[in-house]
């Protein structure tokens, strides 16, 4: 077996336990640093698919920007705690259910796919920050400044929603 | 670097991927803090970006690792605001639980 499936087994395993603790572990703390770790086995895997450009942004923007949001929410807000009433038990036996017969239905919708892709060899380095620069602001020019548009919208909304109200 | 992928099929990354996305609805599903929810629709946008990445790959197109630079720039913009509905939601309510917000209940 080839060293790229051990870490691609390694990496997955990480990130499939640490996406289960974060939904299973009942402080909202421990389910942020959770997160991170799922998003950066998630990192890892775009290095391993040879996205470096990917790989950095996963980490700045995820691991660095959304995930601190997050802790800052929660510190501001002290959920540290455990703070949610034990709930009757037949929604999450529903929400257990469903979410599994998705995964069984999706698994058996795949099997049957013909999909037998090998790497593209010849052009393997598209995830380097040269050609994805060249894509982004030639093809992608009108999106790119599109989605620079939406982050004023955000940040007007996000400004406008936090603001105390005078009366 | 160049030869690392070998021994990969697409198939491992499609089923990791749909494993992540579901687990990610079960946590919706399953967790009634609001936070906690916010977290697992990361979760399934990263899957979703995974797969993407690995077709990019795979097929040798570019074009899909610009569409997760979108998808990243989209949750960015949705984890603002949402946070900030989220702290409105604190103040009036003093609580993330979502169970409270039930007046369009009938």
Redesign the interface.
């Known amino acids: 077996?080839?060293?790229?499936?051990y870490l691609?087994f390694f990496l997955?395993f990480v990130?499939?336990l640490s996406?289960?603790l974060?939904?299973l572990d009942k402080n909202?703390v421990h389910?942020?640093l959770y997160?991170i770790i799922?998003?950066f086995s998630?990192a890892g895997?775009?290095l391993?698919?040879?996205?470096n450009?990917?790989f950095i942004?996963?980490i700045i923007?995820?691991t660095g920007?959304?995930m601190v949001?997050?802790l800052y929410?929660?510190m501001?807000?002290n959920?540290n705690k455990e703070?949610?009433?034990h709930?009757k038990n037949i929604?999450?036996v529903?929400?257990?259910i469903?979410?599994?017969i998705?995964?069984m239905s999706?698994?058996a919708l795949?099997k049957g796919a013909d999909?037998?892709?090998?790497?593209?060899?010849?052009?393997?380095n598209?995830?380097l920050l040269e050609?994805?620069g060249n894509?982004?602001f030639k093809?992608?020019m009108l999106?790119f400044e599109i989605?620079s548009l939406?982050?004023l919208?955000?940040?007007v909304?996000?400004?406008f929603?936090?603001k105390k109200e005078i009366n | 670097m160049k030869e690392v992928l070998i021994g990969i099929p697409i198939q491992w990354y499609i089923y990791l991927s749909v494993t992540l996305f579901c687990i990610g609805i079960f946590g919706v599903l399953f967790r009634r803090n609001a936070i906690i929810m916010f977290m697992c629709i990361e979760l399934m946008l990263n899957a979703v970006n995974l797969l993407m990445v690995a077709f990019s790959r795979y097929l040798g197109d570019t074009g899909g690792q610009v569409f997760v630079f979108f998808v990243m720039v989209v949750a960015a913009a949705e984890v603002a605001v949402g946070l900030a509905i989220l702290m409105m939601i604190y103040r009036n309510t003093k609580s993330t639980d979502i169970d409270t917000l039930n007046r369009l209940k009938w």
Do not use: C, D
């Open positions: 077996m080839p060293l790229s499936q691609f997955s990130a499939v996406a289960l974060v939904i909202p389910s942020v997160l799922t998003f998630i895997h775009f391993l698919l040879n996205a450009f990917l942004v996963q923007v995820y920007a959304i949001l997050f929410v929660i501001m807000l959920l703070i949610e009433p709930k929604p999450k529903a929400a257990a469903s979410a599994g998705f995964l999706l698994i795949l999909v037998n892709l090998l790497p593209a060899a010849r052009n393997s598209i995830g050609n994805l894509v982004l093809e992608y999106p989605s939406l982050f919208g955000a940040m909304g996000a400004v929603l936090s």
